[in-house]
């Protein structure tokens, strides 16, 4: 089964402190992709990121990294110094192929809101 | 790139109603995406679009739901019969994609409330 945990379901911080978001997800597939996409208040998903399952090297992006390691199935976000517009539901998606339809579907997880204080 | 539009931004109506939401994609966008998204979960989908063809329905989408693509460029979903249930925001997303693993663009959603 494809699956896409989410366990922090809101995490508050003080702006400027770092914050790791954790996503873990299940497959059985050895090629898959992860995504990291960021729903502000306005409500519109902002991709962030995709990694594909060969790839694990760690990517970091301003003040954004990525974290994938493939032993424990998780790829993690961390936010160094947080700023109050990082406030929003940030969601992790594994995009598995399904035989059935000969495709790749996204499945997503139930999200971690961040609340950054000033 | 205008970006992924969708049509109302809300709705409200009486339970028993039919409704049809609007999307217009990123213009070279050959894939399209509906999805269903309730309070404190992640999307759901609900079915998707290669071009004119619909080659995906999950089973979220009853016999109510119908969605069109009539010419490969907006698409429309159709909700019979309203029910409380049906109550969520539903998001729409293309991508320029063969195989579905490219990331996806999202419009804002149409927030639908059934009184």
């Known amino acids: 089964a494809q699956k896409v945990t989410q366990a922090q379901t809101e995490i508050s911080v003080v702006e400027k402190e770092d914050v790791t978001l954790d996503c873990v997800y299940e497959?059985?597939?050895?090629?898959?992709?992860l995504f990291w996409y960021k729903q502000p208040p306005s409500g519109e998903l902002v991709f962030l990121i995709r990694?594909?399952?060969?790839?694990?090297q760690n990517e970091i992006s301003g003040r954004y990294s990525w974290n994938f390691q493939k032993s424990t199935s998780s790829f993690n976000f961390t936010i160094t110094a947080s700023q109050v517009v990082d406030s929003a539901v940030y969601f992790c998606?594994?995009?598995?192929?399904?035989?059935?339809?000969?495709?790749?579907?996204?499945?997503f997880g139930t999200g971690t809101r961040l609340k950054v204080l000033a | 790139d205008t970006g992924v539009s969708q049509d109302p931004r809300h709705k409200i109506t009486k339970r028993g109603q039919n409704v049809t939401f609007r999307c217009d994609p990123i213009?070279?966008?050959?894939?399209l995406y509906w999805y269903r998204q309730t309070l404190g979960q992640g999307p759901e989908f609900l079915t998707y679009?290669?071009?004119?063809?619909?080659?995906?329905k999950s089973r979220l989408l009853s016999d109510r739901f119908s969605a069109e693509r009539p010419k490969g460029s907006f698409s429309t979903l159709e909700i019979q019969r309203t029910e409380q249930g049906d109550s969520a925001m539903y998001l729409c997303?293309?991508?320029?994609?063969?195989?579905?693993?490219?990331?996806?663009?999202f419009g804002d959603g149409t927030r639908l409330s059934i009184l």
């Open positions: 990694r594909n399952s060969f790839d694990e």
């Open positions: 497959t059985r597939d050895t090629t898959y992709y």
């Open positions: 679009f290669q071009n004119e063809a619909q080659l995906e």
């Open positions: 998606a594994l995009s598995a192929f399904y035989s059935t339809s000969g495709t790749y579907k996204y499945i």
């Open positions: 997303a293309s991508s320029l994609d063969r195989l579905g693993n490219q990331p996806q663009h």
């Open positions: 213009s070279e966008h050959n894939r």
